[in-house]
């Protein structure tokens, strides 16, 4: 066939591969793109070709992006989450170039990167909004305007996301550092070091709807995701449904989000961010205007493929998809699999993975670019897998969930394994009782330790160290034979 | 007969090998250790149970064993080795990097009096910043990387006395 198109995926790791998989099972030819330390990496040999960009930030250089999909000839550009995925730079720049980037509008992705911008747009389309200021902050902060705002309060980055930029400020005499630091984190991370304040929400829940439109003003809500586990503003643990939501709040931020989403003509794949008080008031907060890390679990419940629709709207096929036919079953659960040593401060933890056995059975998916060998390194996030449990109901997907993690074998390297089995075996988290401070208050119950199955380890480890010293040993035995011994003895 | 110190976290365990006679901790139990594969994997038969594990020798003493969903880290010692080691311990007045990465800045320079747990540099690893803070209170001796340079796990970065 002369007019297959063909996909270049403008990423790594596993959503590279999650993006690959879909264009493979739809017969769609791949591109991989990486980098010189991404040379070992998985996502380039599942592709059908791979061009090598330049060194370990070249995922963010869009020229590069671009001439790698012009010398093979892609036509479609796939940008993942991160890196330039919520650049409207490079998504106009693709589409100048003839080619299809898969996501939103360009003129979208520039109003959403606006937190203020989005801000407006969401009063607009009649969105409650948290209290804040709609103009940035001046680069000389007035000293009386300080003292006028409550406390605590946000300090945010007008542009970026991922959590980076955003800072708290719990008074009026440290607004001025909190708004420098921020300043200097988004000014590194997004070449922007425009901030503005907005009112922090004490004990909110993080809740956002995700939604698909046909870039014409039709948007199919699917659904929502529970994301309040996080630990310095990164997700960890995400699901659908949300425990404990009042139907009648979960059907009016679905409706918010869809009216938003009209309201742009919003074209593929968007997150729309909420905050929910504990009075149950929900507050928009931002859009993420791309393939979320925790797709997988909307696409647990509702069976769909998101990928692949993200995919059918680029190819310019209709969203067939009708708010009716969404119908959300059972519950799912994600935990992220981190490269990180949680005894010593969450430190990263790099090095070779010389053992590995990832999880399965009933229920299960895992989403990685993992195998045996590959080594971690510090160039890009410490994010290792995700593992997702579907069942019945959501009691069933956290046993599902925590019989796969203690299934996931993992050698040489730290890993937040027990951490996340700690976690969603938590009294509260059970409950669905959680808000976006609970890492920061809960308490887990010391790492369980069990004696006997030290016991356990520790004769393993002794009859272990036994035969490998035995089996050094044998050899030289060999060697040292009675004559041997005794001519040996005569010499000295 | 070999006797094996073993310590796991925080708990030593004593291991005595005797032909087909094996005690933990003075008590007699039974156990069979056999490799299923040449990767490390072993299955440890006690009685009807078998007990799956991942093993392989780290530098050193050190073990990492994979067991049910755990990474367990052990320190083996002989009878005979155990007397001799000693922990090395890391002086109080250096800071090194605990992980790899890149020092975004350098707040401290030599003859600096500085106080206890007050920064002296940043580390960027993984797009994660880290304040590396002095444990003791002193002068600055000397420093040894520039921001913006690589650092690797473990080396020097200032000290203080």
């Keep these: 066939m002369e007019n297959v198109k063909k996909v270049l995926v403008a990423n790594r790791g596993e959503i590279a591969l999650r993006v690959l998989r879909a264009c493979r099972e739809l017969g769609i030819p791949t591109v991989a793109v990486y980098t010189d330390s991404d040379q070992l990496a998985l996502h380039l040999r599942y592709a059908d070709e791979a061009v090598l960009i330049g060194d370990r930030s070249s995922y963010l250089d869009a020229e590069k992006i671009i001439a790698a999909a012009k010398k093979t000839n892609a036509s479609l550009i796939h940008p993942g989450y991160g890196f330039l995925s919520e650049n409207s730079a490079f998504c106009k720049a693709v589409e100048e170039h003839g080619m299809i980037f898969i996501g939103p509008r360009w003129e979208t992705l520039a109003l959403l990167g606006d937190k203020l911008a989005s801000r407006q747009a969401a009063l607009a389309a009649g969105l409650p909004v948290l209290a804040g200021s709609d103009q940035p902050l001046p680069q000389e902060l007035p000293v009386e305007m300080a003292y006028q705002v409550s406390y605590p309060v946000l300090v945010k980055a007008s542009v970026g996301g991922c959590g980076r930029g955003i800072r708290l400020a719990k008074s009026a005499e440290e607004l001025p550092q909190v708004i420098e630091a921020a300043r200097q984190e988004a000014l590194a991370a997004f070449g922007n070091d425009s901030v503005f304040l907005e009112s922090m929400v004490q004990q909110a829940r993080h809740i956002e709807v995700q939604i698909i439109g046909d870039g014409q003003g039709k948007v199919v809500c699917l659904g929502e995701r529970e994301c309040s586990i996080q630990r310095r503003h990164q997700k960890l643990i995400e699901e659908s449904p949300a425990p404990c939501l009042p139907e009648s709040i979960r059907a009016s931020m679905c409706q918010a989000a869809q009216k938003l989403g009209s309201s742009l003509k919003y074209r593929g794949l968007g997150a729309v961010e909420f905050l929910l008080d504990k009075q149950n008031n929900f507050h928009f907060i931002e859009v993420n205007p791309r393939i979320q890390v925790e797709h997988p679990v909307t696409e647990m419940v509702t069976g769909l493929d998101l990928v692949k629709e993200q995919l059918m709207i680029a190819l310019g096929h209709p969203l067939e998809l009708a708010q009716g036919q969404v119908e959300i079953r059972g519950a799912a659960i994600e935990a992220r699999v981190l490269a990180e040593d949680t005894a010593r401060d969450f430190l990263p933890s790099t090095g070779p993975i010389s053992y590995l056995r990832e999880p399965g059975g009933p229920g299960i998916r895992v989403d990685s670019a993992l195998y045996p060998g590959i080594e971690i390194t510090v160039d890009y996030d410490p994010l290792l897998a995700k593992i997702i449990a579907w069942g019945e109901n959501r009691h069933s997907a956290i046993q599902r969930l925590l019989r796969a993690l203690d299934e996931f074998q993992m050698g040489g390297i730290c890993s937040n394994l027990e951490f996340l089995k700690q976690l969603i075996t938590s009294a509260k988290f059970v409950e669905g009782d959680v808000d976006t401070t609970y890492l920061e208050k809960v308490k887990l119950p010391p790492a369980h330790q069990d004696v006997e199955l030290e016991k356990a380890v520790a004769l393993a480890a002794a009859l272990f160290t036994h035969q490998q010293r035995e089996v050094q040993v044998l050899p030289q035995d060999e060697n040292t034979n009675t004559w041997l011994q005794t001519a040996w003895s005569e010499q000295m | ?161």
């Design chain 2, 1 to 161: 007969m070999s006797l094996y110190y073993i310590t796991i976290g925080k708990n030593e365990y004593n291991v005595h090998l005797d032909g087909r006679h094996l005690k933990v901790n003075g008590k007699p139990v039974s156990g069979d250790l056999r490799p299923i594969n040449e990767l490390g994997l072993h299955v440890l038969q006690r009685g009807k149970k078998s007990m799956e594990l991942h093993l392989n020798s780290l530098d050193g003493d050190h073990l990492e064993i994979l067991v049910g969903g755990q990474r367990v880290l052990a320190k083996v010692k002989t009878s005979q080795k155990r007397v001799r080691h000693q922990a090395a311990r890391a002086e109080v007045g250096t800071i090194t990097a605990p992980m790899p990465g890149v020092l975004v800045s350098v707040l401290a320079k030599v003859g600096d009096v500085v106080e206890q747990d007050q920064t002296l540099a940043v580390l960027e690893s993984m797009k994660m910043q880290m304040q590396l803070r002095t444990a003791s209170a002193g002068t600055v001796v000397s420093v040894l990387y520039q921001a913006g340079e690589q650092v690797e796990k473990g080396k020097e970065i200032i000290r203080v006395n």
